[in-house]
């Protein structure tokens, strides 16, 4: 038997927007796809042969003779993911479809597959499988929150070869807050659970084997509690080794940061931490910074010089769109970003994901403007601002973008990997 794995092309911010290639200094970063495919790789049993395919390379539609084909995507690939799942069950494949838009909007997916997984797929891909072998797969599969002391080392090597820049690196998975536009505390749980160390350290290790970078993913890891503990003896197992990690990026947030103390930051410095992508828009601090509330833009400014001081490059992904944001938003934004010395910058769109608390509540006030998943991508203004038009949170978007890299020219010169990333 064989099954064949395939993660859907979606577009970028340039893609969507390819007035951007004029005036931002572009690189060719390729994220890793999602942990996912990779942890149902190594989930399947060894009678079962492994294709895989990695549609933002080539098109993943050619033939092949898998007995089933298993599609992995989020909100910006559903609609590419959709369609190849129509194309496959045409070719008269078995399809299955898991991850983040199939467990938020299964009923969405459901007419264009055999089946769709809910939840984190490890707990049913063997029954996934031996259903598929039997030619009775059943529509729905659910799976609940799973025992990460169980699960085997994901299959990165699948994704070797294909160009990727960096791999996530997991400490945990799920998420006790509530972030209003984050999908996390739904897909996975409402509360966070560990990897036992010497898997995190297991998944280093063969990153590092094979010459690669890992980029820490989930910013629970900064808070107080099990996730930190874990980041933190995986820093420690680091340094006791004397050397440093290979790692391109650790997610964060400014009330993170503002939490962390200097020691810490030190240590994941010293451990091979050398940028942060520091999420904005999802938090208090950087909700409030940008439209007139004083102290939380000092709180913002203290966060970013302590990046500075703690030698760690504070890439800021600044969102805009959300429901106190107004024209004068994104001149207020570039202020703050050239008296706080940022040096690079992504600037994107406030986008209700489904299944999220914002797409519950912009349902809820008909504000979503259409479904097109594919404009789900951040890129892409989907739904109607409190005040200001679509076109007019679109125009911001891009002016930030034209504006910060305006004076910032020297970027173009960095080498790549040093310039914009998720570009
Ligand atoms: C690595 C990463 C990326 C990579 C890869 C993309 C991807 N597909 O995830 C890159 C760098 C390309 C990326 C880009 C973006 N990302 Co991103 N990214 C992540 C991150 C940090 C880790 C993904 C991961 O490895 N997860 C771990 C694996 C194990 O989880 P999983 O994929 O959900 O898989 C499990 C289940 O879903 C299920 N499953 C998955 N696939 C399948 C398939 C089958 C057949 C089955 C049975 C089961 C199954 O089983 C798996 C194992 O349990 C997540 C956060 C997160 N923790 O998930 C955000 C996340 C996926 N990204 C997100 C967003 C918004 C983006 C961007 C749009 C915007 C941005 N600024 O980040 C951009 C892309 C567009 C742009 N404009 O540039 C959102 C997704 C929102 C949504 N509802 O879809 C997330 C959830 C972050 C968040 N907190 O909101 N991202
Ligand atoms: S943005 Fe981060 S802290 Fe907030 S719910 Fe999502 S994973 Fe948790």
Same mark, same amino acid.
């Given at each position: 038997m064989k099954v064949l794995f395939v993660y859907p092309s979606f577009d970028r911010h340039a893609g969507s927007n390819p007035e951007l290639l004029e005036f931002v200094p572009m690189n060719e970063y390729l994220g890793s796809p999602s942990l996912g495919i990779a942890s149902l790789a190594a989930c399947t049993p060894p009678d079962w042969e492994i294709e895989y395919r990695d549609d933002r390379l080539a098109p993943a539609d050619g033939p092949t003779d898998a007995d089933l084909v298993a599609l992995s995507f989020f909100t910006p690939a559903a609609t590419r993911g959709m369609a190849l799942a129509d194309h496959f069950r045409a070719m008269g494949k078995q399809v299955v479809a898991g991850g983040i838009f199939p467990t938020m909007m299964p009923d969405v997916v459901a007419p264009h597959v055999d089946a769709v997984v809910v939840g984190e797929g490890e707990g049913v891909w063997a029954q996934v499988l031996a259903d598929a072998a039997a030619k009775r797969l059943q529509p729905r599969y659910r799976s609940g929150p799973i025992d990460l002391s169980t699960v085997p080392l994901p299959r990165v090597d699948l994704y070797f070869?294909?160009?990727?820049d960096d791999y996530p690196l997991q400490v945990s998975r799920g998420c006790g807050m509530t972030c209003s536009a984050c999908a996390l505390p739904t897909v996975m749980d409402p509360h966070v659970r560990t990897f036992p160390l010497e898997h995190v350290v297991g998944q280093l290790d063969q990153l590092t084997r094979a010459g690669a970078k890992g980029c820490l993913?989930?910013?629970?890891?900064? $808070?107080? +509690?099990a996730a930190h503990r874990r980041m933190s003896e995986l820093f420690d197992t680091v340094l006791e080794r004397g050397s440093t990690a290979a790692i391109s990026y650790a997610g964060i947030s400014m009330p993170m940061i503002l939490a962390t103390s200097m020691t810490f930051l030190a240590k994941a410095k010293s451990a091979g931490v050398d940028m942060f992508y520091l999420v904005g828009g999802f938090d208090p601090v950087t909700m409030k910074a $940008?439209? +007139?509330?004083a102290k939380a833009l000092t709180r913002a400014q203290t966060a970013i010089a302590k990046c500075h001081d703690a030698g760690i490059e504070p890439y800021t992904s600044f969102l805009i769109g959300?429901?106190?944001?107004?024209?004068?938003t994104a001149d207020r934004m570039l202020e703050f970003a050239n008296r706080a010395q940022i040096r690079k910058a992504e600037f994107a769109v406030f986008t209700p994901y489904p299944g999220t608390p914002s797409w519950h509540r912009l349902v809820a006030q008909d504000r979503?403007?259409?479904?097109?998943?594919?404009?789900?991508?951040?890129?892409?203004?989907v739904f109607r601002p409190a005040k200001m038009s679509p076109d007019a949170l679109h125009g911001a978007y891009i002016s930030l973008w034209r504006e910060f890299y305006a004076g910032r020219g020297h970027l173009a010169d960095l080498p790549i990997g040093e310039r914009t990333i998720q570009f």
């Open positions: 070869g294909t160009g990727a993913t989930e910013d629970t890891g900064w $808070f107080p +509690g $940008f439209n +007139g509330d959300l429901d106190d944001d107004d024209e004068g979503i403007l259409h479904r097109n998943w594919s404009r789900y991508n951040d890129a892409n203004v």
